[in-house]
């Protein structure tokens, strides 16, 4: 998939920290309940910490439990790839950010409770978050 954003691996390097670079672009994971937005709770937009594209709304932010900021739902079926992703033996959908491909997570169907049933499981350190009112 040819992405808006592309940029070599020396720019990412360059322009990313060292955490980011390693979860944005390398698609590691951050350790669990350590990320700033996990109780992040203010109205407004997550955007793509590489790029800045938009990415989430905190109206569909829900706390899962599970130790990673969780959405149920993208801003648009078109803001985020999905990608299977088959490593560590475990069939899982990977989330990409459409705009630049940097990695955000995985999305598991169990949801519950949500009006989606999914659970978007993003690390915090691939996202940035603007307060906004009315999101
Ligand atoms: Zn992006």
Not at 6 to 31: C, F, I, N
Request: aromatic share 10%.
């Amino acid at each position: 998939m040819a992405y808006n954003v592309d940029k070599s691996d020396a720019q990412w390097r360059e322009e990313l920290s060292p955490d980011q670079y390693a979860v944005l672009r390398q698609a590691g994971t951050e350790r669990p309940w350590t990320g700033e937005l996990l109780d992040e709770e203010r109205a407004g937009v997550y955007t793509c910490a590489a790029c800045n594209a938009e990415l989430f709304k905190s109206g569909t932010k829900f706390d899962s439990g599970c130790g990673w900021p969780s959405f149920y739902e993208s801003v648009d079926p078109d803001a985020v790839q999905l990608i299977e992703d088959n490593s560590l033996g475990v069939a899982r959908t990977e989330v990409r950010c459409a705009n630049c491909g940097s990695h955000l997570g995985h999305v598991f169907p169990d949801g519950f409770g949500t009006p989606t049933g999914d659970r978007y499981c993003m690390n915090s350190i691939s996202l940035n978050f603007s307060e906004k009112s009315g999101e």
